[in-house]
């Protein structure tokens, strides 16, 4: 149980374009989401916060208008990179954290990850 | 903010035990994670602890002092296959956001 696909896996896209990077709980219901970024060989950083029908929570740093996230079921969230240029090229992983109580709720589950690589 | 630090690289034999470290500063504390993670793969979960004191799982225990801002991964009878990245991740009390220390590269020779 608790699995979190993300989708494509990898996706490569010229500079200036959008690219849209979806997100899926399949089989809990994910009040919460969350989106990191991962440099090579550093940590993951984490870009924001959505819960279900709401803004995003965006860390300090992170342009909300550049990356663009819409939770708007509980099984589905969306990161839109938006005008991607170089330095947007990262690993992006989101995690999913379900509501009430019980494992769901007391960790988050990571989807494998969408490398991202903008010429 | 967030301070969390772990040492950026450890090399462990075969067998052996390791511990790698992590500290942090924090407000909001509502539990300390312990994530494996491969290149190129999303972190698995390994551990937690929300009060201070030892947890322990199979060859993997985790340690926590909430008053000294401090915690430890144990790996027991290392193998190779243990060679990857270690993450501490504090979370926290509002929101529930994870924040990640630097990462703790451990390589196992043998």
């Known amino acids: 149980g608790a699995v979190v696909s993300q989708h494509p896996s990898w996706v490569i896209c010229k500079s200036g374009t959008s690219v849209k990077i979806e997100c899926r709980s399949l089989?809990?219901?994910?009040?919460?989401m969350f989106w990191y970024r991962q440099f090579p060989k550093q940590s993951l950083m984490l870009m924001a916060t959505s819960n279900e029908g709401s803004k995003a929570t965006y860390e300090q740093g992170v342009e909300k208008d550049k990356f663009l996230i819409n939770h708007a079921s509980l099984t589905l969230s969306t990161l839109t990179v938006t005008s991607a240029h170089p330095e947007d090229s990262s690993f992006y992983i989101c995690?999913?954290?379900?509501?009430?109580?019980?494992?769901?709720?007391?960790?988050?589950?990571f989807g494998p990850g969408t490398r991202l690589t903008v010429l | 903010g967030q301070n969390i630090d772990q040492p950026t690289e450890m090399t462990a034999t075969e067998g052996a035990i390791v511990q790698i470290n992590c500290t942090y500063q924090t407000s909001g504390f509502n539990g300390l994670f312990w994530y494996q993670q491969h290149a190129g793969e999303a972190p698995t979960f390994l551990s937690y602890?929300?009060?201070?004191g030892l947890e322990e799982k199979g060859r993997f225990s985790s340690f926590l002092s909430r008053s000294k801002g401090y915690s430890y991964l144990l790996l027991k009878e290392l193998q190779m296959k243990d060679s990857a990245s270690y993450l501490c991740?504090?979370?926290?009390?509002?929101?529930?956001?994870?924040?990640f220390g630097t990462g703790t590269s451990l390589t196992v020779i043998p």
């Open positions: 991740a504090v979370r926290r009390d509002t929101g529930n956001q994870f924040y």
């Open positions: 995690s999913a954290r379900g509501g009430a109580s019980g494992r769901t709720y007391n960790e988050q589950f």
């Open positions: 602890n929300v009060l201070d």
């Open positions: 089989d809990f219901q994910a009040t919460t």
